[in-house]
């Protein structure tokens, strides 16, 4: 998989839809083609997305949504379809000891009701990062699930 050009770290692929749907107008005016962005998910890196044939980058500041995996402050947004924040995770799980945002996003996804790759920067499912937020507001060091932890995405 093709790296960063800022960062040196490896990027995921990423539709033409999401671009589309998130970068504005004036950087997507830039490219030829949106096909064959990948996602720079590095917190420290100014770029969002990057072609690896072309050299195009996007900024962050060029995306219009804030980027989960790029800010830290407790209102960032980790699930972009139903608007679910890190801090709404912390709080269910110092009331309740666990949270439920999890199981929420996956029966919604069930009935159809998500968007991923139209409102999530990193063009699919938020699930991973949701269960990551429980398990640190938890506590819990224990890997992520092997199975993506039931990914929405179709």
């Given at each position: ?46 770029v ?7 050299g ?29 924040t ?14 439920r ?9 069930a ?9 999530n ?34």
């Amino acid at each position: 998989m093709p790296l960063c050009p800022c960062c040196g770290r490896q990027g995921r692929p990423v539709s033409a839809k999401t671009l589309e749907s998130l970068v504005c107008v004036e950087a997507r005016l830039r490219f030829k083609s949106l096909d064959g962005f990948l996602f720079c998910a590095t917190p420290t890196c100014a770029v969002a997305y990057f072609h690896p044939a072309t050299g195009d980058r996007v900024a962050c500041a060029e995306v219009r949504v804030p980027i989960f995996q790029k800010r830290s402050e407790p209102e960032r947004l980790v699930c972009y379809c139903f608007q679910h924040t890190v801090a709404a995770i912390q709080r269910d799980v110092r009331e309740a000891g666990t949270s439920r945002i999890a199981a929420d996003i996956k029966a919604r996804c069930a009935q159809g009701l998500d968007d991923c790759e139209h409102t999530n920067p990193q063009g699919c499912c938020c699930l991973g990062n949701v269960q990551r937020v429980i398990r640190e507001a938890t506590g819990d060091s224990q890997a992520p699930p092997s199975d993506g932890g039931g990914c929405c995405c179709h």
